[in-house]
């Protein structure tokens, strides 16, 4: 660093603003080609001749659009009619994709489909985005399709099906076993009470038969005696 300037090692830098010098240069040069009966404005690339190009295009109202390959994909689609909607497929690294436009039920993107799918549905920009829980390898294939507003939506939700399955999942199993402890109680309670009962009847029968015994001893003995 020279004198406390740390730009000053690195030779001049002019900082100052020539908007004003550049747009005049500009104006000065459509105006020569006109006169000159030249078409066109000359455009050289220039910040004013870009800047004057940005202004035109935003008076008219126009927007670029999606710059996502899914939204670019719809605008290239042919409108859909009442009753018959517009579907085009593709092959996407290796995925399936499906994109359907229907005057009734709007736009539907599925991406990929196992034997089992387990379909959820996200809301996007584009449209509803059709995903199977079970084929998340398509799903990750294609992400590169979707803007970052609506790749954050699909994760999201993703993440939010799955929280909630695993909750519900949890509340089955507590459930299973709040069950199966109540069926244990009662059949040990139930074990338990027949279990005393026939050691009651045994040993009521043994006693019976005891007395019976004693009672023909005695009743023999009075009469040999």
């Keep these: 660093m020279i004198g406390n300037n740390p730009f000053k090692a690195y030779g001049y830098i002019d900082t100052t603003n020539h908007t004003v010098q550049q747009l005049q240069q500009y104006a000065d040069?459509?105006?020569?080609?006109?006169?000159?009966?030249?078409?066109?404005?000359?455009?050289?690339?220039?910040?004013?001749?870009?800047?004057?190009?940005?202004d035109e295009y935003l008076a008219s109202g126009e927007s670029c659009g999606a710059t996502d390959s899914i939204g670019i994909m719809l605008r290239n689609m042919d409108e859909p009619t009442p009753g018959h909607p517009v579907t085009e497929d593709f092959w996407h690294n290796g995925a399936r994709v499906s994109i359907t436009k229907d005057l009734i039920y709007g736009n539907t993107i599925t991406i990929g489909g196992s034997s089992n799918p387990d379909w959820i549905h996200v809301s996007t920009s584009v449209g509803t985005v059709n995903i199977d829980l079970n084929?998340?390898?398509?799903l990750m294939k294609c992400l590169d399709l979707f803007s970052p507003e609506d790749v954050n939506a699909i994760m999201h939700k993703i993440t939010e099906v799955r929280q909630a399955k695993e909750a519900k999942s949890q509340i089955d199993r507590m459930d299973e076993e709040l069950v199966k402890n109540d069926r244990d109680k009662e059949g040990g309670d139930q074990n338990s009470g027949e279990a005393n009962g026939k050691s009651v009847d045994e040993a009521v029968g043994v006693i019976s038969a005891e007395e019976q015994k004693h009672i023909e001893e005695k009743r023999d003995k009075k009469f040999v005696g």
């Design 135 to 138: 084929d998340m390898n398509s």
């Design 29 to 54: 040069t459509v105006a020569f080609r006109q006169k000159a009966g030249l078409k066109g404005d000359g455009c050289d690339g220039s910040f004013a001749s870009k800047l004057k190009k940005a």
